[in-house]
């Protein structure tokens, strides 16, 4: 069931709670947003404010305590061919090959094997891994990992990307370009993504907009437009517009860390809190 | 010879003289090599000296003794007979305990019930039975059979159910996200992931397997290694004591080997991760 006009996902105010040792504690309250077709949306966040639950719930992986996601007015109840989801490194089977890991999606799906080898052919250039198709993860750099991911994701040609801090442990340099190729593939499938890091340049450089989350529980603090044009060069990262929204959402999340951590205005930590952190 | 003709092809491009490249690519097996030979030339000598006759006899006339036994045949009926006896006993220890392992990793309710038997019967000396497997079995290969499943079952059981319950979640997870079923995780996630475990149970099994041969023949048997290792000490034919233990050292070897080649027919990428 398509909404005409609607959006392509929608949160409708989600709450996690979550029991630990008998306690129980909020993970995320009462988190609404809306996504169009095609949008590419950051979400940032201090550490435990909730942002990799919140893509969990997108992609049907946990069910929230209260709350619905809709994917084009249907609701979401368990994961489905419509969201593909990256993980963070080492989440590809370290058994199967690069080939066999990214035509996992279609043969879990009972595709033909030559359809899903076709598709993993194309993919695999995408996202420039040719001449690797037969070689294992622990064979691959951890920047060539996390295009096998990607493609991984890709093939079963879901309208929504969910990635989930991708690039965190890759070095300066690799993450920088990888983000560039994140872009690229992008803009050739106007995929629309959902992307969780806790680098605040790097969700700038990427996306449409910016979702800042509070700590936890985790709420929306902030919806930042980026209004930079596409495509977009790594140069703009030295631009002073790119540079003055990093530094807003800097402060914003600053605050929130402060806030956690009840750090005194003499830059005192009050440790009570941080064990309670 | 092959790895001769290869070590040539590769010399010419890389100019390293043939030798000193056959030295390097096989050092490892030729420490090892020399290794053995200093441990059997002080054997030959110690043997020689004739002081401890009831334990060494000379690697010499071992060699000697093995050419006879082998030459009249009466060798290869102990080898066949302690063969059948391990390869059927493990085949089936392997197959239930995989099964098993499968069984308690998957079930809640099924490991409760399997769970205290495993503990209880890996945890005490199970060779004590063997005894009661003869009164069982007959004096024949069954009971060694029986005997040798008892030793192996256990560790393929336990190392099968930790390997599937220790699969990484990410993995499990990775796989639910592309709305995997239960069966398609199991085939494509768990069992591929638990594999080495599994490989390592069985690696246990075959060396419990042929403690379990031995130790079967020697409490009742009418042929076999272990009975030819038993009636020759009682005999002190220190020689052919020591043809026994020799074969029996060299079917371990053998065994592990065979399950490493299939190892890595079956999961290359561990070779990586070995290494």
């Known amino acids: ?277 | 010879m092959a790895n001769v003709a290869i070590g040539l092809d590769l010399d010419l491009q890389e100019r390293e003289s043939l030798g000193a490249r056959w030295l390097r690519t096989h050092a490892s097996t030729l420490r090892g090599l020399a290794s053995l030979l200093v441990v059997a030339g002080v054997w030959e000598v110690a043997g020689r000296t004739g002081r401890w006759p009831l334990i060494l006899a000379p690697i010499s006339d071992i060699w000697t003794r093995f050419l006879e036994l082998a030459s009249s045949g009466e060798l290869l009926k102990h080898v066949v007979v302690s063969l059948n006896e391990f390869v059927v006993g493990f085949a089936v220890a392997a197959v239930v305990g995989i099964l098993l392992g499968i069984t308690i990793a998957s079930s809640k309710a099924a490991k409760d019930v399997i769970d205290p038997w495993v503990s209880a019967v890996y945890a005490t000396p199970t060779v004590a039975l063997a005894p009661l497997f003869i009164f069982v079995f007959g004096i024949d290969a069954p009971s060694k059979m029986a005997v040798v499943f008892l030793l192996a079952v256990f560790p393929i059981i336990i190392n099968t159910a930790t390997g599937i319950t220790s699969t990484d979640q990410i993995f499990i997870e990775a796989a639910r996200s592309f709305s995997a079923n239960k069966v398609q995780i199991f085939q494509k996630v768990l069992i591929p992931s638990a594999l080495p475990f599994i490989v390592a149970g069985l690696r246990l099994g075959i060396g419990r397997g042929l403690v379990g041969v031995v130790v079967g023949e020697f409490i009742g048997a009418r042929a076999g290694l272990g009975y030819l290792i038993f009636k020759s000490s009682q005999g002190f034919q220190i020689d052919a004591m020591w043809v026994g233990v020799f074969l029996l050292a060299g079917t371990g070897v053998l065994a592990v080997s065979i399950l490493q080649r299939i190892e890595r027919r079956m999961a290359p990428w561990r070779q990586f991760e070995l290494k």
């Not at chain 1, 993919?123 to 951890?142: Q, T």
């Not at chain 1, 680098?199 to 929306?220: K, N």
């Open chain 1, 1 to 277: 069931m398509t909404v005409p006009g609607g959006p392509k996902l929608a949160l409708n105010s989600i709450s996690m709670l979550y029991a630990q040792r008998g306690r129980r504690f909020a993970a995320l309250r009462d988190v609404s947003l809306d996504i169009e077709k095609g949008e590419f949306i950051s979400l940032v966040g201090a550490s435990g404010c909730g942002k990799t639950t919140l893509l969990r719930i997108v992609d049907g992986l946990i069910t929230p305590t209260r709350g619905e996601v809709f994917v084009d007015g249907t609701q979401v109840t368990r994961p489905g061919p419509d969201r593909g989801f990256v993980f963070q490194q080492d989440a590809l089977f370290p058994w199967r090959t690069v080939l066999d890991n990214i035509t996992f999606g279609l043969e879990v799906q009972g595709r033909a094997k030559r359809e899903a080898l076709r598709r993993a052919d194309e993919l695999v250039r995408l996202v420039g891994l040719a001449g690797f198709e037969r070689h294992y993860p622990h064979e691959l750099s951890g920047g060539m990992r996390q295009r096998a991911n990607l493609a991984r994701a890709l093939t079963i040609d879901p309208d929504i990307l969910l990635m989930d801090e991708p690039f965190a442990a890759l070095d300066a340099q690799t993450r920088e370009i990888m983000q560039a190729e994140l872009l690229r593939v992008w803009r050739s499938n106007r995929k629309t993504v959902m992307f969780v890091t806790h680098q605040i340049d790097e969700a700038v450089y990427l996306a449409d907009r910016v979702v800042v989350m509070t700590s936890r529980p985790g709420q929306i603090k902030a919806i930042i437009d980026v209004d930079m044009p596409r495509p977009r060069d790594l140069s703009i990262k030295r631009t002073p517009r790119f540079v003055e929204l990093v530094d807003a959402i800097w402060k914003m999340i600053e605050e929130e860390v402060k806030a956690a951590l009840r750090i005194t205005e003499d830059g005192h930590v009050d440790t009570q809190a941080i064990a309670t952190y």
